[in-house]
């Protein structure tokens, strides 16, 4: 079996000092854990602090791109893989993920995480809360709120063991 | 200007009676404003009721398909759109209306709701409220809750008058 | 049965002035018989000339445009279906189609009809050869070669009934 | 600079011996040439025999899914990547690949030879000859025939330092 475990980090192409610190050292847990870091590969807000924590914390990095060339990838990134599909790429960061984490976002933050809970990929949301009215209707997937990235990584742990992925 | 003004409706592929009278009422009221009813065009839930409803109203009525082939697409469609695209088909929903009535729904339904409000689509919520720390983050889309189909398309006149489109 | 049949036009979005009065022409021919004209729905080259051929002769056009928005869809357009998808939406102009005609063009309209051939649907050759060792490999849809926008229809009109769309 | 060079392989989900060994025996080279190898992923044909061969010679492989879960991967993926996106997942292939080989294939793999052409990348053929009608048409990337995957993997090689990927 080889196949790699999958994180997902999503999260706002723009985002304030403290969302970007929590992204960071989330992409940074990600990393020493283990797992792929997979996230829109943007090269700005939660995109790329995530991938920077990721990349040096020696873990491997992908990034699905909106765009059709490689010009706007997140610096760090190991696998640059451009769509040019725009936002239908959303459904594909969720669905490559074997779990995801949501950090502070707006829409294209919450199509992905409705998409994932509807697709039964678990969520971890952290320090971001868009509700249980909104959380609870999304599907079949589990949701945890998480207030720091260690926490966040724990969480994931635990949904991951649940699937059967230690 | 020959471009015809369409109106999608969301919601979910399973629904309860109820819902299924709201969506078919909406179908009604949209195709008597003369407006096109795009929706995810499958047999079941809202989708089939709001189709039926505006094909009983002699509208037009247009389906975005999940699936590559046209063999499970809703009664009463005068287009079909096969895609094969799965979920990521949500988006060519939203992108191609000019407003979206939201029925109530789940995971697929809750993600065409942000990226609508994402894309600055206005959506309208025919009794179903995700809650406003959902809504409110989304973007810069409008959004109004409507209590029945005849406040829903009074409400869709609102924003279309607002967009430029009477 | 409400159905509406759907023929869609490929072709180069730049093309000569040969190609571009053979495309309007097989746009009139089409909005005469009575089909939906379906086609990438751009301003330029085979898209817009086909779509004010069948614009003009008063018929039902729709555009699945490479776009998120609809600043540049194609004059005379009834339907503008944004995507944002880039060519990830040529599957959904062949999908979306009973039978295809393709007018002179490069990948893009090349990669359509190898699609097309491959989902079994009809491909008619207008003015353009890409060759039998291409189009034989494509798979199960049948293809043919025609000379004038007049003999298209007809071939599109024979693969029609073939299939039990008169 | 941390981006690794993926180089895709397409070509037919059935396939006959000789193409498969030949897939196979690509994937290796791939491989040992320090490149990740891309394809469609699925656990048939040439898909199968190319991550075969990368994963027996240590290579790091993703595969890009047709299908939305991972039930159909290929043995020997390190990266799966559903898309639930169907066909239309061809596009991806094509561009997240800095080169292409192409094996013996039917209209998918001949959509994907127009699109990566059409896209500027360039498209090694191994022991696949579409015909230079076709090829000669669908853009502005170059494409050069190979008889082994040898000579294939040497193509690339060039095509890459063209590109400034040594």
Same mark, same amino acid.
């Given at each position: 079996? %080889?196949?790699?475990?999958?994180?997902?980090?999503?999260?706002? #192409?723009?985002?304030?000092?403290?969302?970007?610190? &929590?992204?960071? @050292?989330?992409?940074?847990?990600?990393? +020493?854990?283990?797992?792929?870091? &997979?996230?829109?590969?943007?090269?700005?807000?939660?995109?790329?602090? #995530?991938?920077?924590? @990721?990349?040096?914390?020696?873990?491997?990095? $992908?990034?699905?791109?909106?765009? /059709? /060339?490689?010009? =706007?990838? @997140?610096?760090? &990134?190991?696998?640059?893989?451009?769509?040019?599909?725009?936002?239908?790429?959303?459904?594909?960061?969720?669905?490559? #993920?074997?779990? $995801?984490?949501? !950090? !502070?976002?707006?829409?294209? *933050?919450?199509?992905?995480?409705?998409?994932?809970?509807?697709?039964?990929?678990?969520?971890?949301? &952290?320090?971001? /809360?868009?509700?249980?009215?909104?959380?609870?209707?999304?599907? #079949? =997937?589990?949701? %945890?709120?998480?207030? *720091?990235?260690?926490?966040? $990584?724990?969480?994931? +742990?635990?949904?991951?063991? /649940?699937?059967? +992925?230690?």
């Amino acid at each position: 079996m %080889s196949r790699r475990t999958v994180v997902g980090v999503m999260g706002g #192409s723009v985002c304030d000092e403290r969302t970007a610190r &929590l992204a960071r @050292a989330l992409g940074r847990g990600i990393a +020493r854990a283990g797992w792929v870091l &997979l996230s829109g590969g943007r090269p700005t807000g939660v995109m790329q602090a #995530s991938v920077t924590g @990721a990349h040096e914390a020696g873990g491997l990095t $992908v990034g699905v791109l909106f765009d /059709d /060339d490689r010009e =706007g990838a @997140a610096a760090g &990134l190991d696998l640059v893989i451009p769509t040019g599909m725009g936002a239908a790429r959303n459904i594909v960061n969720v669905l490559a #993920s074997d779990a $995801v984490v949501a !950090c !502070c976002g707006s829409g294209g *933050t919450l199509s992905e995480i409705a998409m994932a809970l509807r697709f039964g990929r678990p969520v971890v949301l &952290l320090d971001f /809360d868009p509700g249980a009215a909104f959380l609870d209707r999304c599907g #079949s =997937g589990r949701w %945890s709120l998480a207030a *720091t990235p260690d926490e966040a $990584v724990v969480q994931v +742990r635990g949904f991951l063991a /649940d699937l059967g +992925r230690a």
